[in-house]
């Protein structure tokens, strides 16, 4: 055998062995917390419903209290028994699913201590009380110290009443303990069982928590990569008709009229979106790009043919051509584009400003809704805007891209001395937008094989 083979099954048999000592020290040591109000409130119910019924062996002691004519000695019994039902159907329950606790130390306090005076002054037909108490210190301490005192109880209950003349009993007393032993095996199993229910419905709600901030990321993200591509096409029609209407007026309505096509379009993208489906493709996207990029007067080298892209990855190259092309547009100031594209890459390249480099923290700079900014100016419009940092949309695609198996990678698309390219999954201060110390914007993306 060799040396990894004996590690790996040491390995194998050492961690059954921890979770056997973490599931003993977990019973032993620690509280079951149950959460739910209402599911608290419903454990009372039941108790009381069923564990009540029990409570019918109470009457060999109401037997046995009738068997003398001392009537003062029954109307003491019966305050008694009566008072040690009630904390059994009461307080008990209160205590067990979680209310004050002055039900826990009531009971703990009441139910034994009225066991102790209904067998010195009323004899040996209290015995059967212990079993109950047996019940209460199962249910409300935990199994390290609740466990030793049930097993002393027991033990007194079996050899000590021999002793007691007046009892008249002889022999060891089994026929008491015993049920005192199987009503306490069966109450650790139904702990042991509650514990695994609440754990299983904690882990359910936990499972759903994640699952809604899932949907809201899902949401978030494709409402920025829906959005940001039709509103920036929208822009730069809109501003291409601006110019256009006083030179040639047919065009400039055509112009508008895709502006409202593609307002009715990404209507209908947002909806699809927030339905869960997405019907984004590759080559849609390279037409969608295609027309885009020449509408924004800037020269785009794009492939002819998306055939040697898998299937399952046509989708997600989709997408990062989208955010390529949306980033090329408002950000980059580029006069051209270039899109290369393999069976497990896509890269989308430009020669404008370069990667947004990192800006310093202090007054000087202005806060943008996620941390810093730069102001960016636009060569069509002559203004400045602000480019927030780190990008959403590059935050976003980084984990559409990682889902996959693949990675993102962004930088200049030629390098300065010195300049190092970025993963955008780990660094987002790589999004394009201002001048960096290389020259265009580089992004691609791999998913390996």
Not at 51 to 77: E, K, Q
Not at 392 to 414: D, F, I
């Amino acid at each position: 055998m060799t040396a990894s083979t004996g590690m790996a099954m040491s390995e194998t048999v050492s961690e059954p062995s921890q979770d056997t000592l973490t599931a003993i020290r977990r019973f032993f040591f620690e509280p079951i917390r149950g959460q739910n109000a209402f599911g608290r409130e419903a454990g009372v119910g039941r108790w009381r419903r069923t564990a009540a019924i029990w409570l019918v062996y109470l009457g060999y002691s109401v037997g046995d209290l009738f068997s003398n004519d001392h009537p003062p000695r029954i109307a003491l019994g019966l305050i008694l028994l009566a008072a040690f039902a009630y904390l059994y159907v009461g307080p008990l329950p209160r205590a067990m699913f979680g209310g004050p606790r002055r039900y826990q130390a009531t009971v703990l306090v009441g139910m034994p201590g009225i066991t102790v005076v209904y067998l010195v002054v009323l004899g040996r037909s209290g015995l059967v009380m212990p079993v109950f108490d047996s019940v209460a210190f199962a249910m409300l301490l935990l199994p390290v110290i609740g466990l030793p005192v049930i097993l002393v109880m027991a033990a007194a209950v079996t050899w000590l009443p021999q002793y007691v003349p007046s009892w008249d009993l002889h022999g060891e007393q089994w026929s008491l303990s015993g049920p005192i032993l199987l009503v306490v095996f069966a109450l650790y199993v139904m702990r042991t069982g509650t514990r695994h229910q609440i754990e299983l419905f904690q882990a359910r709600r936990e499972i759903e928590r994640l699952a809604k901030e899932q949907e809201r990321l899902r949401i978030s993200r494709d409402m920025h990569d829906l959005l940001g591509h039709a509103l920036t096409t929208i822009t730069v029609k809109a501003e291409l008709a601006a110019r256009l209407v006083g030179r040639d007026p047919d065009r400039a309505a055509a112009e508008m009229a895709q502006v409202a096509a593609l307002g009715r379009e990404g209507l209908a993208d947002v909806r699809a979106a927030l339905a869960g489906y997405r019907p984004v493709s590759l080559a849609g996207e390279l037409a969608a790009a295609r027309e885009v990029l020449s509408a924004a007067g800037i020269r785009a080298q794009l492939p002819a043919a998306v055939e040697e892209v898998p299937v399952e990855l046509s989708e997600l190259f989709g997408w990062v051509l989208r955010e390529g092309v949306t980033n090329v547009v408002r950000h980059s100031g580029a006069r051209s584009v270039q899109v290369a594209l393999t069976g497990r890459s896509i890269e989308v390249v430009d020669d404008g400003r370069g990667p947004l480099p990192r800006v310093p923290a202090g007054p000087a700079a202005p806060a943008g809704p996620a941390g810093p900014a730069a102001l960016v100016p636009s060569e069509r419009t002559g203004t400045h805007t602000a480019r927030a940092a780190p990008g959403h949309g590059l935050a976003g695609l980084a984990e559409r891209v990682a889902a996959a198996g693949g990675r993102l990678e962004t930088g200049s698309a030629r390098p300065a001395p010195g300049d190092a390219e970025t993963d955008a999954g780990t660094d987002a201060d790589a999004a394009p937008g201002a001048v960096g110390g290389g020259s265009g914007f580089r992004l691609r993306a791999v998913v390996p094989a």
